[in-house]
Each structure stands twice: as C-alpha cells, then as structure tokens.
C-alpha cells in the first residue's frame, strides 16, 4: 500500500508540474472533466495493482534479505540494518541499469547517483513499513501500519494539493498560457532547423520553402514550396486565443497554431493523429 500512496503522491506532483509545460488544446468541456476523472479511478487502481506487485516482487525481498543479514552477522534485527540492505541494493541496481543506459548513449555520469536515490526514496518506506507490519513480536502490528499508511499518505496527498494551489493562486508557479501575438509579431522566416522555413510578410504574403508535409499516419510524404496569404484572428472560448490560417498554398491552408512562450513563439501542426503528441514546429528566426 505504501508503493501504490507513492505512486499516487508522484503523480499528482507530476502533473501539478505539468501546468507550466505547454498544452494545446482538451482543456475544459465535459469531455476532459469526464476524461479526467476517469484517469483518477484508473490511477487508483493501477497503484493497488502496482503496490501488490512491487510488494512481491521488491519488498518483501528486501525485508527478507535485512533479516537474513542479522542472521548471519549475529545481530539484531533492526530498522537499520534494513535500510542498509535497501541501500546496498539500490546502489547496485543503478549501478546495472545505469551502465545499459550509458552503453545505449543516454544520460551521463549522473545517471548513477540520481538512480540510487530514486531507488532509495521509493523502496524505504514500503520496507519499512513491511518489516514493521510483519514483526512477530507485535501483535495486529499488520493493521496499525495499514492504517498509519493510509492515513499518512491522505494527508501527504492533502498537503501535496494544498501546496500546489498555494503556489499557482499565489503567483510562484505560473499555469502554462500561449503567447499572445500581434500580427508585426508574425512578421519574419519561421524555420523548422531542418531547411523548411515560412516567411510571413507585413502585407499578408506568406512564403513556404521546403516545408513538410505529412500523411495522416505520419509519415512524411513530400515538401510544400509555395506562396500565399496568412492571416492571425483571435480564438474566441478556446484555450489557445490565436489561431493562424494559410490560405491559397496547397495544404498548409489548415492545422496551424501559435504555441511556445512570449519570448520564444512557435508556430505548429500536428503530425498524423493529435492524441500522439507529434508536432512539426516552426521557431521565430529574427
């Protein structure tokens, strides 16, 4: 249960974070307060299912392992000596896994502390916990540390939101918002980094050299080289107040948007289906 009230904490941490990152578009309707909800109940149960396996399969290994230590030093078995052994495991499992991420040419040398001390902080507690709830020596132990557990990880979760209100209604976070754009704003070549480019010009004129076009699968089938015109108009009810239209250059006359920041603006379609996530951007070049 520890395992499942962690997941759940680092998830709703996850995406109280996740406000700052750039969204586009789902936000509100009853279609993503349904959506939402659905994702709790299915979080919950995931992190039952989770803390079950990870009971199984990690800790009580793990307290296994601590009190097969004392046995053999002749000491004392001890919550000490338990969170040695977490701790000896940890630094070998990130010792492992972070040579496979090196050898595959990912991450760095910092792979390896922040791997031990993730594998710390998430595995201690559930330990714990399960060396306290299986001590033979005190009885119905099992159901103090279930409700300790339960009733710990509502308030941590309580705080958890507490906080991350706190911080949005008071300014130290900010919710993710769209640049908010003038059409001189627009004004300048836009490129992808890869030779495609749009030069949009003050009279409405717009340029597209070696832009990509995509299919709806989203493979890229080809490039657009073409001219036409380009228009910015508010987005009236929508979570993103601009929207960008092309008009009389082949395909590219749908699908755009303005994302990015004030200081950085991009401007963007989606590649084959938006629930993937695929962007083809475009950034500012001034």
């Not at 009580?60 to 097969?68: D, E, F, I, M, S």
């Not at 001219?227 to 508010?234: P, R, V, Y």
Request: charged share 15%.
């Amino acid at each position: 249960m520890a395992i499942g009230a962690e997941t759940v904490i680092a998830a709703l941490v996850g995406v109280l974070i996740s406000l700052q990152s750039e969204s586009h578009g789902g936000e509100g309707g009853l279609g993503w307060l349904f959506g939402t909800i659905f994702a709790l109940v299915l979080l919950a149960v995931m992190s039952v299912i989770a803390g079950l396996a990870g009971s199984a399969m990690a800790v009580l290994p793990l307290v296994l392992l601590g009190r097969a230590v004392a046995r053999r030093t002749g000491r004392r078995d001890s919550w000490q000596l338990t969170l040695a052994a977490v701790a000896v495991v940890a630094v070998a499992l990130a010792l492992l896994i972070g040579s496979c991420t090196l050898l595959a040419g990912f991450g760095g040398l910092l792979v390896y502390p922040v791997l031990a001390l993730s594998l710390i902080v998430g595995l201690a507690p559930a330990t714990l916990c399960a060396r306290a709830a299986g001590n033979p020596g005190k009885p119905g132990a099992r159901w103090r540390v279930l409700g300790g557990v339960a009733l710990g990880g509502l308030g941590l979760l309580a705080v958890t939101l507490a906080v991350g209100v706190a911080a949005y209604s008071s300014g130290i976070l900010k919710i993710y918002e769209p640049p908010r754009l003038a059409e001189a704003d627009m004004v300048g070549t836009w490129t992808d980094g890869g030779g495609g480019s749009l030069r949009f010009e003050a009279d409405g004129t717009v340029t597209a050299k070696g832009v990509k076009e995509y299919e709806a699968t989203g493979e890229q089938s080809g490039v657009y080289n073409c001219t036409g015109k380009w228009q910015l108009t508010e987005n009236e009810g929508a979570g993103r107040p601009f929207e960008l239209s092309i008009a009389d250059c082949e395909s590219l006359s749908v699908g755009w948007d303005i994302g990015g920041t004030e200081e950085h603006p991009t401007v963007f379609t989606w590649i084959g289906d938006p629930d993937s996530g695929e962007r083809y951007i475009l950034k500012r070049q001034r």
